[in-house]
């Protein structure tokens, strides 16, 4: 099993894509903080970016972005690892 924080590591820094009308070049994968405004419960979501963005902040009315990748998988996994802390 992968380690949280060695999957934090492989992040990559925003400026490393560039949008290209809906999706990134190179295709990115963000993992995106929720919170609940009924209950105010945190969640982690995650999706190729900036698409999984907008869907989230339309809607939850707004999410915010934690962790990009340039790897579905390590999205899926530290998504999962969040979650899962956050229990």
């Not at 995106?32 to 902040?57: K, W």
């Not at 339309?58 to 340039?70: A, Q």
């Amino acid at each position: 099993m992968i380690d949280t924080e060695e999957l934090i590591q492989r992040a990559i820094d925003l400026s490393a894509v560039r949008i290209e009308g809906t999706l990134t070049n190179p295709p990115s994968f963000g993992v995106y903080l929720v919170v609940d405004a009924d209950t105010g419960a945190e969640r982690y979501r995650f999706g190729s970016h900036p698409v999984r963005q907008q869907e989230l902040e339309d809607s939850y009315g707004g999410c915010d972005l934690e962790y990009l990748f340039l790897s579905r998988s390590d999205a899926a996994a530290l998504t999962a690892a969040l979650n899962k802390r956050a229990e």
